[in-house]
């Protein structure tokens, strides 16, 4: 079945609806109403004979058929991408969306103050961050770039370039109010006998000592996804948490935290920047990956 231009365009609303994960958003994104997509996913669904996405009032979710199609949906844009950029004049200004993803820590600092001198160097880019403390899927989900927090360095994928851009020490620290109710740990076994908040992706916590290193399995009676939540319930006193350092300086300036285990060296988080392996990065990417490699290396002493 040979595809026509309305089912080209069809296709190119399907995978904005996909990737918005909303009719709304797709709608936003493409610049026409929320009827039109409606109408354009009808008759393409009409035109395949399969369901590519079900639809509730409160749920959007997409099919077999639907994943399927997407994929061959997003690889077609890209190039679509490529070939527009190719076209365009190389010494023009970039101009057009970049879809970033960030961790909460790293989207409160550094990026926000660096997305301000971003946009001030490049007002006709627009950035559309996601974020979130899980690691998103940047094919299937339509990110051009992915900046990533990892306990040691990411496994190789072909499909990605992974740049390092630095590294992150996480430091143990609680609020005053919660030493008042509990002596400071002296090494890390003592940890068995504090409340621990952490990420739910954290079981342990790791440590250096002079006899090597130490894994030691902590609980407590918060587990959360969002390391902004877990900043502030240490602030409150609930108890003991490992927090990246760049999240906490104006905290341990004020002293509204304080460190405990200092001499216990941790392992270090390694800062990545991954984009989609390409043959050509249109420019608005291109320019939002050499900023931000620039100011983040300068900031982590990274690369």
């Known amino acids: 079945m040979a595809a026509s231009l309305d089912d080209l365009t069809a296709m190119t609303v399907f995978a904005r609806?996909?990737?918005?994960?909303?009719?709304?958003?797709?709608?936003a994104r493409l610049g026409i109403s929320k009827s039109a997509v409606s109408t354009r996913i009808t008759a393409l669904e009409r035109r395949l004979g399969v369901r590519l996405l079900q639809r509730t009032t409160r749920r959007l979710s997409v099919t077999h058929e639907g994943a399927r199609l997407y994929e061959r949906c997003a690889h077609l844009l890209s190039v679509a991408d490529e070939a527009a950029d190719l076209l365009g004049n190389v010494g023009s200004i970039p101009e057009g969306t970049v879809r970033v993803s960030a961790p909460v820590?790293?989207?409160?600092?550094?990026?926000?103050?660096?997305?301000?001198?971003?946009?001030?160097?490049?007002?006709?880019?627009?950035?559309?961050?996601?974020?979130?403390?899980?690691?998103?899927?940047?094919?299937?989900?339509?990110?051009?770039?992915?900046?990533?927090?990892?306990p040691r360095p990411a496994e190789r994928s072909l499909s990605l370039i992974e740049r390092r851009l630095g590294t992150e020490k996480p430091l143990i620290c609680g609020a005053p109010a919660y030493f008042a109710r509990h002596p400071p740990p002296q090494s890390p076994h003592d940890l068995a006998h504090h409340n621990c908040l952490r990420m739910m992706r954290s079981r342990d916590w790791h440590f250096r000592t002079e006899e090597g290193p130490v894994i030691v399995p902590v609980s407590g009676t918060l587990l959360v996804d969002n390391i902004a939540v877990l900043r502030e319930a240490t602030l409150e006193g609930l108890g003991l948490a490992r927090l990246p350092r760049s999240l906490l300086e104006e905290d341990?300036?004020?002293?509204?935290?304080?460190?405990?285990?200092?001499?216990?060296?941790?392992?270090?988080?390694?800062?990545?920047?991954?984009?989609?392996?390409?043959?050509?990065?249109?420019?608005?990417v291109h320019v939002f990956i050499d900023f931000m490699t620039e100011h983040f290396r300068k900031l982590f002493r990274g690369g």
């Open 252 to 284: 341990l300036r004020e002293g509204r935290l304080l460190t405990v285990l200092d001499a216990y060296a941790a392992d270090t988080l390694v800062i990545t920047l991954a984009y989609r392996q390409r043959k050509h990065l249109p420019r608005r």
């Open 105 to 150: 820590g790293l989207a409160l600092h550094p990026l926000a103050s660096l997305l301000e001198k971003f946009s001030e160097r490049y007002p006709r880019v627009q950035v559309e961050l996601s974020v979130s403390d899980r690691q998103v899927d940047m094919l299937a989900e339509g990110f051009d770039v992915a900046l990533r927090l990892h």
């Open 17 to 27: 609806v996909v990737e918005a994960n909303s009719f709304s958003g797709a709608a």
